[in-house]
């Protein structure tokens, strides 16, 4: 196929009708009479080509690659800042709920301490009431049992006189009596 | 003959011009540098003409171009030689779309004439010079004279040091100019070997798959060399260019 288009390239250019004299110049990036033109042409063709890239198409891309960066670059402070906002925001959370924990620690440490005084403060009366209580029916108790012992002497006086007087059909006399239950009783 | 491998290169006025008895004519080779010229222009400009922030697939190809280079001369030359990248932009744009040019049948390539190569090689090795003199002044020269050199040796590896840069030019030009005009000639002559086989009947036609697989292999070669050697001329371009801003070794 490729042979074909040649072979129509080489019509086309018989039809333009090239003078045989250059057609047959030998191998023609050798042949030096088209130097000039070439170079004539190269000049132009390029010097234009680089003003082109230099002051149009070069500044245009340069800009927008610049401005993709500049965008990023701003794109990523920006997160920054929110980021160090976020920081902060967190931080101040931070130290509000420890705040708040403390605070609570201290509401509860005092109401424990103040319940714990009010109970001792009420035990300490409760305990001091039973104490009197408690002393008075001592006191009571023992003002009985003195009675009593003192009643018991009587008591025992009377009845040691009514059974001697009943065994010896005489009683004896208080002296005698007391001489004895005293010896007895003690 | 139609399948004379040579006659691709062929040069053909267009519009004769003659000045002082010397050859201006616009020819093909004329017509295919100014539509390198014209494609490239209007591809770079028109597909940045959004100037997405988010780029468009056409935009895109011209940022990668545009960074391709950018990043080939800094890491050659340094930041110093952003300065010439103009320059390299436009020789690296240059080859490369002429190389692919000639890749359209019935296109003219015009980095196959040596003339054409070797004009480009000497706007490097022209700009090298005149840059290294004015920047360095005499201390340029010091690129000829390798530090660390025994004083023996020195005036040998010195007279080689010029050599091997008097041989840039050649080198570059040639390499480009080669690689194109041997490219071109192999896919002609493979091709031909097609139209000429199956001209022998049916045997013929069935023979003549080899040079078809051939041919297509050779294409997608020549289009592998075309972009590799316009990347090959221009970071020898940096490599020379940072030469002229450092010149000691």
């Given at each position: 196929m490729a042979g074909e288009t040649h072979s129509t390239t080489e019509g086309m250019h018989e039809v333009i009708d090239v003078p045989a004299a250059e057609h047959g110049a030998g191998f023609p990036?050798?042949?030096?009479?088209?130097?000039?033109?070439q170079l004539l042409w190269l000049a132009i063709t390029f010097a234009v080509f680089y003003w082109i890239m230099k002051n149009v198409a070069m500044p245009r891309l340069a800009g927008i690659l610049e401005d993709r960066k500049d965008r990023i670059a701003g794109?990523?402070?920006?997160?920054?800042r929110l980021k160090e906002e976020t920081d902060a925001a967190i931080a101040a959370y931070e130290q509000a709920l420890a705040e708040a924990r403390n605070k609570a620690h201290g509401i509860a440490s005092d109401t424990r301490a103040k319940l714990k005084a009010d109970n001792e403060a009420r035990r300490e009366k409760a305990e001091a009431g039973l104490a009197d209580k408690l002393k008075a029916a001592e006191a009571h108790i023992s003002g009985i049992k003195t009675e009593a012992l003192s009643q018991i002497e009587e008591i025992a006086g009377d009845t040691t006189s009514a059974l001697v007087e009943k065994l010896m059909g005489k009683a004896p006399t208080k002296t005698d009596l007391s001489k004895a239950?005293?010896?007895v009783m003690n | 003959m139609a399948n004379d491998p040579i006659h691709q290169f062929q040069i053909q006025k267009i519009f004769p011009i003659e000045v002082g008895g010397v050859?201006?004519?616009f020819t093909n080779s004329s017509l295919f540098m100014v539509l390198t010229v014209a494609a490239t222009c209007a591809f770079l400009i028109f597909s940045t003409s959004g100037r997405g922030l988010v780029p468009s697939r056409l935009q895109s190809v011209s940022e990668m171009a545009y960074e391709f280079v950018a990043g080939t001369l800094r890491s050659a030359a340094?930041?110093?030689?952003?300065?010439?990248?103009?320059?390299?932009?436009?020789?690296?744009m240059f080859v490369l779309v002429a190389n692919l040019f000639g890749m359209f049948p019935y296109f003219f390539t015009i980095t196959s004439h040596i003339i054409v190569t070797f004009a480009l090689a000497m706007l490097v090795i022209v700009t090298v010079i005149v840059y290294g003199f004015m920047r360095n002044g005499m201390k340029f020269l010091k690129l000829f004279v390798p530090s660390g050199v025994p004083v023996a040796l020195l005036p040998l590896v010195t007279l080689i040091e010029v050599i091997s840069f008097?041989?840039?030019p050649i080198s570059l030009s040639v390499r480009l100019f080669a690689n194109m005009l041997a490219g071109h000639i192999t896919l002609k002559v493979f091709s031909g070997f097609i139209v000429s086989l199956s001209?022998?009947?049916?045997?013929g036609i069935f023979g003549s798959i080899l040079p078809l697989g051939m041919t297509v292999a050779l294409t997608a070669l020549e289009f592998l060399v075309a972009f590799l050697q316009a990347y090959v001329f221009t970071v020898l371009t940096c490599m020379y260019l940072n030469d002229a801003i450092h010149p000691s070794h």
């Amino acid at each position: 196929m490729a042979g074909e288009t040649h072979s129509t390239t080489e019509g086309m250019h018989e039809v333009i009708d090239v003078p045989a004299a250059e057609h047959g110049a030998g191998f023609p990036p050798f042949d030096a009479t088209t130097f000039a033109s070439q170079l004539l042409w190269l000049a132009i063709t390029f010097a234009v080509f680089y003003w082109i890239m230099k002051n149009v198409a070069m500044p245009r891309l340069a800009g927008i690659l610049e401005d993709r960066k500049d965008r990023i670059a701003g794109d990523f402070s920006e997160a920054n800042r929110l980021k160090e906002e976020t920081d902060a925001a967190i931080a101040a959370y931070e130290q509000a709920l420890a705040e708040a924990r403390n605070k609570a620690h201290g509401i509860a440490s005092d109401t424990r301490a103040k319940l714990k005084a009010d109970n001792e403060a009420r035990r300490e009366k409760a305990e001091a009431g039973l104490a009197d209580k408690l002393k008075a029916a001592e006191a009571h108790i023992s003002g009985i049992k003195t009675e009593a012992l003192s009643q018991i002497e009587e008591i025992a006086g009377d009845t040691t006189s009514a059974l001697v007087e009943k065994l010896m059909g005489k009683a004896p006399t208080k002296t005698d009596l007391s001489k004895a239950l005293k010896s007895v009783m003690n | 003959m139609a399948n004379d491998p040579i006659h691709q290169f062929q040069i053909q006025k267009i519009f004769p011009i003659e000045v002082g008895g010397v050859d201006f004519s616009f020819t093909n080779s004329s017509l295919f540098m100014v539509l390198t010229v014209a494609a490239t222009c209007a591809f770079l400009i028109f597909s940045t003409s959004g100037r997405g922030l988010v780029p468009s697939r056409l935009q895109s190809v011209s940022e990668m171009a545009y960074e391709f280079v950018a990043g080939t001369l800094r890491s050659a030359a340094g930041t110093e030689g952003m300065r010439f990248f103009p320059l390299v932009f436009s020789l690296f744009m240059f080859v490369l779309v002429a190389n692919l040019f000639g890749m359209f049948p019935y296109f003219f390539t015009i980095t196959s004439h040596i003339i054409v190569t070797f004009a480009l090689a000497m706007l490097v090795i022209v700009t090298v010079i005149v840059y290294g003199f004015m920047r360095n002044g005499m201390k340029f020269l010091k690129l000829f004279v390798p530090s660390g050199v025994p004083v023996a040796l020195l005036p040998l590896v010195t007279l080689i040091e010029v050599i091997s840069f008097l041989s840039r030019p050649i080198s570059l030009s040639v390499r480009l100019f080669a690689n194109m005009l041997a490219g071109h000639i192999t896919l002609k002559v493979f091709s031909g070997f097609i139209v000429s086989l199956s001209a022998l009947g049916a045997v013929g036609i069935f023979g003549s798959i080899l040079p078809l697989g051939m041919t297509v292999a050779l294409t997608a070669l020549e289009f592998l060399v075309a972009f590799l050697q316009a990347y090959v001329f221009t970071v020898l371009t940096c490599m020379y260019l940072n030469d002229a801003i450092h010149p000691s070794h």
